[in-house]
């Protein structure tokens, strides 16, 4: 029979890892939704798959770090005092989620590790610097690389990506008649009857062009390939102390973490993928989309050298330096350097995409080809990437969350020790 401790302690890794679900379902399928590619159903399902994907395959590294490494004497990962830590990051996640923002995991539950480590003085500092360095560095790589692709590479993208959505369904399913011949031995020449079969094959809707069919499957892979770079690293948040405890084996771990992520992916996640998806940013489809793989792939190089990876702060940068690149584009290097000209920098260079054709509008057409081509091309607009409120709740409550689990921790195991 199960340690009715170890029962609870798991019950308490799922409840993190439903919480991990609602958190990152949203940033990861967020511009699908609100492009009314998938339905929030299909997507937290897609969710599910993806999560396990990275997890079983790169997130147990993470799970090493941060089951074993993060202090110096993993013993202090006793059973009691992992559940506590996960009560803490679970408990500090819901408060994000319940509030519609999605909060960094891996910045929460490393944060109620921190504060097991400061209060019994087993806290391994190097591994601690070594996961901030990365934290802080990680956010510049993804900056740069987006004020690259904003500023030499957008408009060939969006040119090759811009899609217009029909009306009607994407696929449908056609019966088609199959004739094959069927042969029956007798006599001395063998009898060949024809026998009709009835097939079921997809196939394009009646308004669906095969450049709309790419760029929505583009879109969901982006999805996919977030969610599996979210399983690479967050499994760690949910199952890292009982791992690292010895109570729970590693694949029994992440089965049970997944199985629970995929649950919070189809119900609470739901308010963050509105959020992301409708409230927060009107993100053309070329900008979510570069936004993704950079901020992806971060992430998954992260967790395979068993850092621990914001994909939130990783993807947030990611669209600043993106619309910094934008709002320079007008403006030669050589003009640049000698002072000739000054860049007008603004967020709203991704916004004055809004006449850029996406998935979700129709409506849009291709606007104005901005580059060195066109100086006199108006970077302006009135339109703005981001809600001021909604971001502003949204910025607030990521940095909130990991010092609730942060503090909670230190306090608790300060006041009542390791137990």
Not at 56 to 80: A, K, M, N, Q, W
Not at 93 to 108: E, F, R
Not at 263 to 292: F, H, K, Q, S, Y
Not at 387 to 404: E, F, Y
Request: glycine residues 12%.
């Amino acid at each position: 029979m199960i340690d009715p401790l170890l029962a609870g302690g798991i019950l308490i890794a799922c409840f993190v890892a439903f919480n991990i679900g609602g958190s990152t379902t949203g940033p990861a399928f967020g511009p699908a939704i609100g492009a009314n590619v998938l339905s929030k159903t299909t997507a937290g399902a897609l969710m599910g798959v993806a999560f396990f994907v990275g997890a079983y395959t790169i997130g147990r590294r993470v799970v090493d770090t941060l089951g074993t490494e993060l202090v110096h004497d993993p013993s202090v990962f006793t059973l009691e005092a992992s559940i506590i830590v996960l009560f803490f990051t679970g408990g500090a996640l819901l408060i994000g989620n319940l509030s519609g923002a999605p909060a960094s995991t891996s910045m929460t539950a490393v944060g109620a590790i921190i504060g097991l480590g400061l209060a019994t003085g087993e806290l391994n500092l190097a591994v601690v610097g070594e996961i901030l360095a990365w934290w802080i560095l990680s956010p510049v790589i993804g900056f740069w690389m987006a004020v690259m692709v904003g500023r030499y590479g957008y408009d060939a993208l969006d040119r090759l990506i811009a899609i217009e959505q029909s009306d009607g369904p994407l696929v449908v399913f056609k019966r088609v008649e199959r004739v094959r011949p069927v042969i029956r031995p007798g006599g001395p020449q063998p009898v060949t009857l024809e026998r009709a079969s009835v097939m079921v094959r997809p196939a394009l809707g009646p308004n669906t062009s095969r450049r709309e069919f790419f760029g929505t499957m583009v879109l969901i892979s982006i999805g996919c390939l977030m969610a599996f770079s979210s399983g690479t690293s967050n499994i760690a948040n949910a199952i890292a102390p009982l791992v690292g405890s010895g109570a729970l084996a590693m694949n029994p771990g992440i089965f049970i973490g997944c199985g629970a992520v995929a649950i919070g992916a189809l119900t609470i996640a739901r308010r963050t993928m509105e959020t992301l998806g409708n409230d927060i940013t009107d993100l053309p489809l070329t900008a979510a989309i570069v936004v993704a793989v950079l901020s992806s792939t971060i992430v998954i190089l992260l967790s395979m050298i068993g850092i621990p990876a914001s994909f939130v702060v990783v993807a947030t940068v990611c669209i600043v330096g993106l619309g910094w690149g934008r709002s320079t584009n007008a403006v030669s290097v050589a003009d640049a350097v000698r002072g000739e000209v000054s860049p007008r920098v603004s967020l709203d260079a991704l916004a004055a995409d809004d006449e850029a054709p996406t998935v979700g509008d129709p409506a849009k057409g291709q606007g104005p080809e901005l580059g060195p081509e066109h100086p006199e091309a108006d970077r302006s607009s009135p339109s703005e990437l981001f809600d001021p409120g909604t971001t502003a709740r949204v910025i607030l409550m990521q940095n909130m969350v990991p010092i609730i689990a942060t503090t909670g921790s230190y306090l608790t195991f300060l006041l009542f020790g390791a137990v």
